[in-house]
């Protein structure tokens, strides 16, 4: 199966209860660590939709999922929502809180087009540095007066949250200096493409589960990651 930068589990009519034709819809808006891929995710969001989805108390209930700005790596144009669609990457870490909350408002709006329901209700979760985008987008909604979408945040989860400065980690004491390189993240994504270039991704694949000794699946993210456009520097 092909890589998708988009990841949407949602009920299908057929499955949808007949009870209550104006089924309450809630959505769980996952936002991604660095890198920002969400096929690094695919087997979480699956396993987590199948234990909430449920036809009673006329829930219908949607896990969405996207790849940050910068980060794709599926073939054809970027979704209309997402930063890359109009601009050219790497995005700063305001700039992917502004596409990310840019893509929870085209969401929400689409939801609400299927079938006129609303407000739609929305837990928002975030690994990693997600989290801190997801405090930031919640302080964005409560700020904004209107955004064109009824959008009602009724809770937020931060899983393993990166809320504080990154720099006074002890990874980030380690990197700090590197950045301090004129160019060190341009420099280190064209030697990314150079060394990976004229690799087949299947062969890569294997390096990386060589190397790395992640699952097939997780190599596949990985070597995609490693050989998109501007992943590497994205990250970076």
């Given at each position: 199966?092909?890589?998708?930068?988009?990841?949407?589990?949602?009920?299908t009519k057929q499955g949808t209860s007949t009870k209550n034709k104006t089924n309450q819809k809630l959505l769980l808006f996952f936002i991604t660590g660095?890198?920002?891929?969400?096929?690094?995710?695919r087997s979480f969001l699956t396993r987590l939709y199948d234990l909430i989805r449920t036809d009673e108390a006329g829930i219908a209930h949607h896990v969405y999922g996207a790849s940050l700005p910068g980060f794709e790596v599926s073939d054809g144009s970027p979704h209309p929502d997402s930063l890359s669609h109009t601009r050219?990457?790497?995005f700063t870490l305001q700039e992917q809180v502004d596409g990310v909350f840019e893509r929870l408002v085209g969401t929400v709006k689409r939801l609400e087009g299927e079938d006129g329901s609303g407000p739609i209700q929305v837990v928002l979760i975030g690994h990693s540095v997600g989290a801190f985008m997801?405090?930031?987008?919640?302080?964005?909604?409560?700020?904004?007066?209107?955004?064109?979408?009824?959008l009602d945040i009724v809770g937020g989860i931060c899983l393993f949250p990166t809320v504080v400065d990154i720099a006074k980690s002890p990874t980030g004491k380690k990197a700090a200096p590197l950045f301090q390189i004129p160019y060190f993240a341009l420099i280190v994504h064209l030697i990314a493409k150079l060394l990976t270039t004229f690799i087949p991704l299947?062969?890569?694949?294997?390096?990386?589960?060589?190397?790395?000794?992640?699952?097939?699946?997780?190599?596949?993210?990985?070597?995609?990651?490693?050989?998109?456009?501007?992943?590497?520097?994205q990250a970076l």
């Open positions: 199966m092909p890589l998708s930068d988009e990841i949407y589990l949602r009920p660095n890198p920002g891929l969400i096929e690094y995710y050219t990457p790497p997801l405090l930031e987008v919640i302080a964005r909604w409560q700020d904004a007066s209107s955004f064109g979408a009824r299947f062969a890569f694949v294997r390096l990386v589960q060589l190397v790395t000794g992640m699952p097939t699946d997780g190599a596949r993210t990985t070597a995609a990651f490693v050989k998109s456009k501007y992943g590497v520097w």
